[in-house]
């Protein structure tokens, strides 16, 4: 049998022993089917210490705070949304392939500016505004 590979990217490939997958039966609505089918899929991949992945995007990914990430390290991905198991199978898939993804993604640094002095004016002239109405409701204002 050939080994299936998740292609993250045009170099980075995951092959399909990395991934656990676990089929059990689906919560929810599906009448009869839903309690004799085991069409949930439950994808599990070791983010922490995948050889596939390289060591900048294994940090991104394990740096996002993502309930679906255990302490230990490995991502694991819940697929319901279909009544099938080879359709749930693909959506766990294809969201796990997003997740790593964003991990590709490098997040521009963030530069620091200085409001502008036009812009603080605006600010104190509203808050200016802002107290004086406040003022203006106060009952000793009517007194």
């Given at each position: ?92 898939r294809e969201r796990l392939l997003g997740i790593l993804q964003q991990g590709l993604q490098v997040q521009a640094p963030r530069i ?13 002239d509203d808050k200016r505004s802002r107290a004086q109405l406040k003022r203006g409701r106060s009952s000793s204002h009517w007194d």
């Amino acid at each position: 049998m050939s080994v299936g590979f998740l292609s993250v990217s045009p170099t980075i490939r995951i092959p399909d022993d990395e991934l656990v997958e676990r089929f059990v039966r689906a919560s929810g609505a599906g009448g009869q089917n839903v309690n004799k089918v085991s069409s949930a899929v439950e994808l599990r991949f070791d983010v922490a210490h995948s050889p596939s992945l390289p060591e900048a995007v294994r940090e991104r990914v394990l740096a996002r705070r993502d309930r679906r990430l255990t302490a230990e390290g490995v991502l694991v991905i819940d697929a319901q949304r279909f009544r099938t198991q080879e359709r749930n199978r693909v959506d766990a898939r294809e969201r796990l392939l997003g997740i790593l993804q964003q991990g590709l993604q490098v997040q521009a640094p963030r530069i620091a500016t200085r409001p502008t002095r036009a812009s603080q004016r605006r600010r104190v002239d509203d808050k200016r505004s802002r107290a004086q109405l406040k003022r203006g409701r106060s009952s000793s204002h009517w007194d």
